[in-house]
C-alpha cells in the first residue's frame, strides 16, 4: 500500500535541464541569480542519499587519517530524512561513525520536566542509532543557571576549538529565515550565546519535535560559529520551504534572513527538493535565465508574470512587451502578442464556472466539469471539522443548492485545537441542565464536572488531556459541524465522522498514517461511489495533518483503482487549498465565482464552528482569523482574475484536480 502519494503531486512539469544542467556553462547561466551553490534533486529520497554518501566519505577520509571528523547538527524536521539514511549506511553498510564528535547545534533554554529538549531529541532520532562514542557527544546544558551561562556558551566554543573546529554543519532553515537558532537580527560575529526565540520559530520547533510547552529561549552556536565549518550543509524539502529558500539563495545578504549569511561562506551546499526550488528563478521564471521548454503551463504563467510586472490585463499586452521582457520565444512560439495573449485568456476564461458539478444538458466541452452523470454523487474530505467550510464552503454551498448529493467526511476529531475553556462552559450547561430536569440521585455528570474541574485547576502547559477530555472536544467539534451542515442543508446522514486513527494521541506529534486509517476511507469510498472527490491539497501544511489526511485518500484510490473498481473511472477528484495559501493561477483548473451573498453565507458557515473563533493556531505572525484569511484569500484570487482582464467578482474558490497515478 502506498502512502505517500501527495509527495508525488508535480503541478508543473519542470525540465531536468533547469536542475540538472549538462555542463558548467549551463550551470553557470542558469544560476547566476543564485548566490550559494544550490543542487536540486527531484526528490528528498534522491538528495539525502548523495548528501549522505558525502558525510560519510568525509568521515572515513578523516579514518584514513587516524583524526576526529567534527560535525554540528540540528534536529529539523528536514534533517530526519538523512538520519535515516545515516543509520541504514551503518546498519547494512556497516559505516562506523567511532571517530565522530557531534556537537548539538542548539538547546532550549530554560529546561524542565517535560520540557521539549533539542538533544533528547536528537539522541532518539538518530546518535542511539549508530556506534558513536558516548564521549564524544557534545550539547549545550539547558539546565543550567542562568548566571552560568556566558561561561557556559565560551566553554562550549572552546571545546569546539579543541578538536579543530567544525568539519561539517549539517541544519535545516526555518520559516524566518534562522539557521540553527539564530533568529532574525542575529549579527555576523556571533558565537554561542543564548537568545530568545521568535514566536514562528517557536511555534515550528515545538511542532517539529512534538512537543506542546516549548521553553521560551535557546542556546544555540553563533552565525560566525557555523560560518567556521569546513563544509556547510542547508537541507529543505517541500513546498513549504520555497519562498524562504528563494530568499536565502538570491537576496541579498542581511541580518533580517540569517541564512542570507551562508552567501559568504566559502564551501556553503544548499540541498533542495523540486518542491523547495519551486520559488527559484531558474524554475520559477526560467525564461529570465535561459531558453525555455514551452508547455502550456509554464506559457500561461509567463503571461501572467508579464501582467503582474507591467500592470496590464492579458489582451493589452503588445510585441514590445515580450521582447523587453525576455519572452520573445514566446512571439517566435505564437507568431504574435495577440496570439499568445488569445491562447492564454481562453485558457483561464474556461477555468470559470458557476457549476462546479457540472451544468446539465451544456455542451461542456470547455467546462472544467462534465455535464453527466447528473445529479452527482459528491464526497468533500475534510481534515478538521471546519475545513470543509473554510477552504471551500462557497463551492459547498452551491453544490448542494444545484442538486448534488454532498457527503462530507471529517476525517480527524480536530480535539486538541479546543480549548479548555469550551470544554468547561458545556460541561456548566450540562450539569446545570442534569440538575434542573434530571434526578438528582444521578451523580454521574455531577461528578464528572468535579473531575473535570480539578484536572484543569493543576493542569500545567505541556500536560495532556485525559481521554476523557479529548472526547468531550470531540464532541464540541462534531456538534460545531453538524450545524455547519444543516446552516449548507446537507442532511446529516451524509455527515461522516471518520476519526481516523493517527490523529488520536492527544498531542501535537502524531502517529504515522496505517492501514487502518485507509480502510475507514475505503469503506466510505465504496459505500457512497461518487462521481466527485475534493480533497485538501494543502501541500505545504504546517500542521502535517492535511497532508497525512489527503494521503489516506490518495491511498484508498490507489487501492480501487488497482482494483479496477468501475465507481472510479467515472469519478474526478478535486483539490483545494485551506486558509494558508491559494493555487498559482498557473495550475488553476477550476475557478468557483462567490457573489457577496454567498460570501457572507460562506463567512457564517465558518463562524458556526465557535470553539475556533477566538484564536487560528498558525506558524507565523498572522493574527487574521480563519474566517477572515479565507475571505482575503478568495477577494485576492477574483482580484488577480480581474486584474487579468477577465471576469470581476466578489470572490473565488480555486480547485486543481488529481488524477491518479
Given amino acids: ?188 560575529s556571533s558565537t554561542t550565546r543564548l537568545i530568545l526565540i521568535d514566536a514562528t520559530s517557536r511555534s515550528e520547533a515545538a511542532h517539529n519535535i512534538g ?161 453527466k452523470p447528473f445529479p452527482k454523487r459528491v464526497v468533500v474530505f475534510s481534515p478538521h471539522p471546519d475545513d470543509d467550510v473554510i477552504s471551500m464552503g462557497g463551492t459547498l454551498r452551491r453544490l448542494v443548492q444545484q442538486g448534488h448529493e454532498v457527503h462530507v467526511a471529517y476525517e480527524t476529531s480536530g480535539n486538541i485545537a479546543v480549548g479548555d475553556e469550551e470544554v468547561v462552559r458545556f460541561m456548566h450547561f450540562i450539569n446545570g441542565f442534569n440538575q434542573l430536569f434530571e434526578n438528582s440521585e444521578d451523580k454521574v455528570i455531577s461528578d464528572k464536572y468535579a473531575e473535570i474541574k480539578q484536572f484543569f485547576s493543576t493542569k500545567k502547559e505541556g500536560d495532556m488531556d485525559t481521554r476523557d477530555i479529548l472526547t468531550i472536544k470531540g464532541l464540541i467539534r462534531r456538534g460545531e459541524a453538524r450545524t455547519a451542515c444543516t446552516f449548507n442543508h446537507i442532511p446529516l446522514s451524509r455527515c461522516h465522522f471518520l476519526d481516523l486513527p493517527f490523529y488520536e494521541t492527544g498531542k501535537i506529534e502524531k502517529n504515522p498514517i496505517s492501514e487502518a486509517d485507509v480502510e475507514i476511507v475505503l469503506n466510505l469510498l465504496r459505500e457512497v461511489k461518487p462521481h466527485q472527490i475534493y480533497v485538501a491539497g494543502d501541500l505545504a501544511d504546517p500542521h502535517g495533518t492535511h497532508r497525512v489526511c489527503t494521503d489516506a485518500v490518495f491511498a484508498a484510490i490507489d487501492e480501487e483503482k488497482n482494483a479496477g473498481a468501475e465507481w472510479l473511472k467515472d469519478c474526478r477528484i478535486w483539490m483545494y487549498r485551506g486558509a494558508w495559501a491559494e493555487w498559482e493561477i498557473e495550475n488553476i483548473e477550476m475557478a468557483v465565482p462567490l457573489s457577496p451573498e454567498e460570501l457572507r453565507a460562506k463567512r457564517n458557515s465558518i463562524l458556526k464552528h465557535q470553539s475556533q473563533m477566538e484564536s487560528a493556531p498558525f506558524l507565523g505572525n498572522d493574527e487574521r482569523l480563519f474566517w477572515q484569511r479565507s475571505e482575503d484569500r478568495n477577494r485576492g484570487t477574483a482580484s488577480l482574475y480581474d486584474q487579468l482582464g477577465l471576469a470581476c467578482y466578489e470572490a473565488m474558490e480555486a480547485f486543481v484536480e488529481y488524477k491518479p497515478i
Wanted: with cysteine; proline share 4%; net charge neutral.
Fill in 211 to 371: 512537543v506542546d510547552n516549548l521553553p521560551p529561549c535557546s542556546i544555540t552556536m553563533g552565525i560566525n560559529t557555523i560560518m567556521g565549518a569546513r563544509k556547510v550543509y542547508m537541507l529543505a524539502w517541500g513546498e513549504d520551504k520555497a519562498d524562504i529558500i528563494r530568499s536565502a539563495v538570491e537576496d541579498k545578504v542581511s541580518d533580517t534572513l540569517p541564512a542570507s549569511y551562508l552567501q559568504l561562506h566559502t564551501n556553503t551546499s544548499i540541498c533542495v527538493d523540486l518542491a523547495a526550488a519551486a520559488h527559484l528563478t531558474r524554475i520559477q521564471r526560467p525564461w529570465l535565465v535561459t531558453s525555455c521548454e514551452w508547455n502550456d503551463k509554464l506559457v500561461r504563467s509567463a503571461i501572467v508574470w508579464l501582467c503582474t510586472t507591467l500592470n496590464k490585463p492579458i489582451l493589452k499586452l503588445t510585441n514590445k512587451d515580450y521582447n523587453e521582457n525576455g519572452l520573445s520565444e514566446l512571439l517566435a512560439l505564437y507568431g504574435s502578442a495577440y496570439n499568445a495573449n488569445i491562447k492564454v485568456f481562453n485558457d483561464l476564461q474556461h477555468t470559470i464556472t458557476g457549476w462546479p458539478g457540472g451544468k446539465p444538458n451544456a455542451d461542456d466541452t470547455y467546462r472544467p466539469e462534465r455535464a
Fill in 1 to 188: 500500500m502506498r502512502t505517500n502519494l501527495s509527495s508525488q503531486i508535480s503541478l508543473n512539469r519542470v525540465s531536468p535541464r533547469y536542475y540538472r544542467p549538462g555542463n558548467a556553462v549551463e550551470r553557470s547561466v542558469l544560476t547566476r541569480l543564485e548566490k550559494i551553490p544550490t543542487n536540486i534533486f527531484e526528490t528528498s529520497e534522491e538528495g539525502v542519499v548523495q548528501i549522505a554518501n558525502e558525510i560519510v566519505a568525509k568521515i572515513q577520509d578523516r579514518q584514513r587519517e587516524g583524526k576526529f571528523c567534527t560535525i554540528a547538527i540540528g534536529t529539523g524536521a528536514s534533517l530526519r530524512p538523512l538520519f535515516t539514511e545515516l543509520i541504514r549506511k551503518h546498519k547494512d553498510e556497516g559505516v562506523s561513525f567511532r571517530n565522530v564528535v557531534f556537537f548539538n547545534l542548539y538547546e532550549y533554554y530554560p529546561l524542565t520536566e517535560g520540557a521539549g529538549s533539542s538533544f533528547s531529541h536528537l539522541n532518539k532520532l538518530f546518535l542511539s542509532q549508530i556506534d558513536i562514542d558516548r564521549q564524544n557527544i557534545f550539547t549545550m546544558d539547558g539546565s543550567i543557571p542562568q548566571e552560568a551561562i556566558i561561561e557556559h556558551c565560551r566553554l562550549y566554543e572552546q571545546r569546539i576549538q579543541t578538536f579543530g573546529g567544525l568539519d561539517i554543519v549539517i541544519m535545516g532553515i526555518g520559516r524566518e529565515g534562522n539557521i540553527g537558532m539564530n533568529e532574525p537580527g542575529s549579527h555576523a
